[in-house]
C-alpha cells in the first residue's frame, strides 16, 4: 500500500467517540462532501478546513468508540484522512474503516502520542513497520498490519477485495 507523507492532526484524548467524529444530527446527510464538511465537529468545528488529502490523524485510546455508524469513517476519508494513528481503537470502527475501503487505522505505542505534534510531516513505512517523522527525523515503531487488511483497503473496501488467484471480486 503506497502510504503518502502527509501532515498530522493531532487531538490527543482517549474515547474520541462516533458522535464526535460526525454528530448524530448530520447523520441524514448522505453526500460524502457534504457530510465530511462536518467530520470532528464535536470537537473542532474548523476540522474541515485545516485537512488535506493525504493527511493523518493522530489520536488517542479507543477511537471510534460509541455507535457503529459508518458515517464516520467515510466522512474522515472524504475529507482526506489516509489514515488514523492510535494506541487502540473500537472494533467496530476499525472494521467500518477497513471494509469499507476508507481508510487505515494504525496502532502505535501510547507514548508515541506525546512524540509527534500537531502539524507534524510524517510517512508511513508499512512494510517496516514504522512512522517516520520528516520534521523531526525521528522513527516510531507500529503494530503490524496483516497482508489482508491491507488488501482490503486498497482494493476499496471488502466488497472489491479477492484473494482470488483469477482476480474476481465477490
Known sequence: MNIKK??????????IDTDVIIPGPYLK?????ELASHAMEGIDPDFHNKVSPGDFLLCGSNFGCGSSREHAPIALSTLGIQ???APS????FYRNA??????LPIEIERSTIDLIEDGNTIEIDLPNYKVLNLDKNETY???PLSDMIIKIVEAGGLLYYSDDAKGSTG
Open 6 to 15: 502527509g501532515r498530522v492532526h493531532k487531538y490527543n484524548r482517549d474515547n
Open 29 to 33: 446527510i448522505h453526500e460524502p462532501k
Open 98 to 103: 477497513v471494509d469499507g475501503g476508507y481508510l
Open 141 to 143: 515503531g507500529i503494530k
Open 83 to 85: 489514515a488514523i494513528l
Open 89 to 92: 481503537f473500537a472494533r467496530i
